[in-house]
């Protein structure tokens, strides 16, 4: 570690770190069932300031968070022990000593434009920018990958949300102009052509503003049930299931579980269909993909809520050539790929609808594929 002298700026042993939040374009609730994903990162990220320290103290401040800064020891980090934003930092840092790595303490200010509980990975760019930050000031030598594991098991085992590796692995690893093709089985990646802007196309974020409250147990339901089924069926994750077999596997599978298995098993041949449009350089292809990906959340795994199917809806009905809710669901964000001379009818549209429906007014912005976690000063 390098020595810290006052006014040093961002020399040794300090610098600044940014990481992107995410929308997924297809390929929901697949992440935990080692199956197939397409997000893209957002403008919008985390930066992290990060200044080693050598007493082992953590002090951690937000410009979001209105409180004063969290002082924490890095010995005594205990999962469980950490209340508030804080825990997705303090989680980074001891996952990294969990594991062996020589991490002490540091100062650590977030300032971060992602818009937060949005379903956009708010949290994930936290935690990729402070991963990334520490794997330099250290030199841990971690590749992306390598990170984006030690920040989803921080958040599975410290802050204790039983998220998939997705948002990691999209903060850590996309970059710009192009979605992140991801198999979590193997954490394989491939950079798929998503140049919309070129194309004549926006893609509309449309964050309801609206997380219902049986969000966090709901998921925890859902990857229960679709281990239930694999159990079923005696197999390792519902990714071993051809989907050229899915009837029959149905057919053995009690009631209750056949509409889930089959969002998840016709999911991943969604993000199949919506990569192989996109490198044949047909994005307005994807349009009618994202539809039937929102119908299948809808129906067959039961997350969407009102306001997501309003925002669909009306974004449809206005001339989108498709959209759907993304993230886990029950409120959240949905993305709608439109023509660009008509995104702001569209937007209008959807904020007409919600208003209509006496619902807050929708946030809508215009999303490009940007670049993934790195370090900026
Ligand atoms: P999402 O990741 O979809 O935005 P989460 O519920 O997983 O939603 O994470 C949101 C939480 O992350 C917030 O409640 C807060 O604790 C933390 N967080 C996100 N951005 C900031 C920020 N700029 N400052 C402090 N905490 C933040
Ligand atoms: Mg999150």
Redesign the pocket.
């Known amino acids: 570690m390098g020595t810290i002298r006052e006014g040093a700026g961002a020399g040794i042993g300090a610098g600044v770190w940014r990481a992107p939040?995410r929308v997924n374009l297809i390929g929901e609730h697949t992440d935990y069932n080692d199956g197939l994903v397409l997000p893209i990162a957002l403008p919008h990220a985390?930066r992290a300031t990060v200044r080693a320290r050598q007493d082992g103290v953590l002090r951690l401040y937000?410009?979001?968070?209105q409180g004063p800064a969290v002082e924490l020891d890095v010995r005594a980090l205990t999962p469980g022990g950490v209340d508030?934003?804080v825990r997705?930092p303090a989680a980074v840092v001891w996952t990294l000593r969990e594991a062996g790595y020589p991490v002490g303490g540091a100062d650590v200010r977030?300032?971060?434009d992602?818009?937060?509980?949005?379903?956009?990975?708010?949290?994930?760019?936290?935690e990729c920018a402070v991963a990334a930050a520490f794997n330099d000031l250290h030199g841990l030598g971690l590749d992306s990958p390598e990170m984006a594991r030690l920040a989803q098991h921080a958040e599975n085992t410290f802050v204790g949300?039983p998220c998939g590796i997705m948002?990691q692995m999209a903060s850590l690893c996309a970059q710009p102009g192009a979605a992140l093709f991801l198999d979590t089985r193997d954490l394989s990646i491939r950079h798929v052509p998503f140049d919309i802007e070129s194309a004549g196309l926006r893609l509309l974020v449309i964050d309801t503003r609206v997380k219902h409250n049986l969000a966090d147990g709901e998921y925890a339901r859902l990857r229960a049930a679709c281990q239930h089924a694999c159990a079923v069926l005696g197999l390792e994750t519902l990714r071993d299931v051809n989907p050229q077999d899915l009837l029959g596997v149905l057919a053995r599978l009690p009631r209750a579980l056949v509409p889930m298995v089959r969002h998840v098993v016709s999911e991943n041949v969604r993000v199949e269909q919506a990569v192989a449009l996109l490198e044949g350089g047909d994005l307005r292809g994807l349009g009618p993909v994202l539809t039937a990906g929102h119908v299948s959340l809808r129906d067959d795994y039961d997350v969407s809520c009102a306001e997501t199917d309003l925002a669909v809806n009306a974004a449809v009905e206005a001339g989108a050539l498709g959209a759907r809710m993304t993230?886990g669901g029950f409120g959240?964000s949905v993305i709608a790929l439109v023509d660009s001379n008509i995104a702001l009818t569209v937007a209008g549209t959807v904020k007409k609808a919600f208003h209509q429906a006496r619902r807050r007014t929708p946030r809508i912005f215009a999303a490009v594929a940007s670049a993934g976690a790195r370090r900026i000063s």
Do not use: F, K, R
């Not at 937000?62 to 968070?65: D, L, M």
């Not at 992602?114 to 936290?126: N, W």
């Open positions: 939040g985390a937000s410009e979001q968070s508030g934003w997705y977030i300032d971060s992602v818009p937060t509980g949005a379903g956009l990975s708010s949290s994930a760019a936290i949300v948002d993230g959240g």
